[in-house]
Nanobody, 125 residues
Framework: VQLQASGGGLVQSGGSLRLSCAASGRSSRTYTTGWFRQVPGKEREFVAVDFRSGSSTDFADSVKGRFTLSRDKAKSTVYLQMNSLKPEDTAVYYC???????????????????WGQGTQVTVSS
């Protein structure tokens, strides 16, 4: 499985960005796509997760109400829509993939088998 994350950039506080995570080589019909972010000197932080079984999603408390997830099945792509961005959202954002539905361990990095290359999001104040 290969993941391609894109859509990062520079935006002013209060603005919006949409990140994409395109997957190829996937064979599982039920899987988990997660988003994490990392700033220099800190551990990678869970942001959001999409479960490919029904329409179940979950978000970190820090982004609830501002970030949403959507899915384009035909393009095998998961989108992270980020609204009302704040300077503290500045980070490198990574998408990750697990071939299982990992409800109980969705926020744990080690639960994911594959990772995208990361895309930089910078929010200016």
């Amino acid at each position: 499985v290969q993941l391609q994350a894109s859509g990062g950039g520079l935006v002013q506080s209060g603005g919006s960005l949409r990140l994409s995570c395109a997957a190829s080589g996937r064979s599982s019909r039920t899987y988990t796509t997660g988003w994490f972010r990392q700033v220099p000197g800190k551990e990678r932080e869970f942001v959001a997760v999409d479960f490919r079984s029904g329409s179940s999603t979950d978000f970190a408390d820090s982004v609830k109400g501002r970030f949403t997830l959507s899915r384009d099945k035909a393009k095998s792509t998961v989108y992270l829509q980020m609204n009302s961005l704040k300077p503290e959202d500045t980070a490198v954002y990574y998408c990750a993939y697990s071939e299982r539905l990992i409800y109980s361990s969705r926020a744990r990095e080690s639960s994911y088998h594959y990772w995208g290359q990361g895309t930089q999001v910078t929010v200016s104040s």
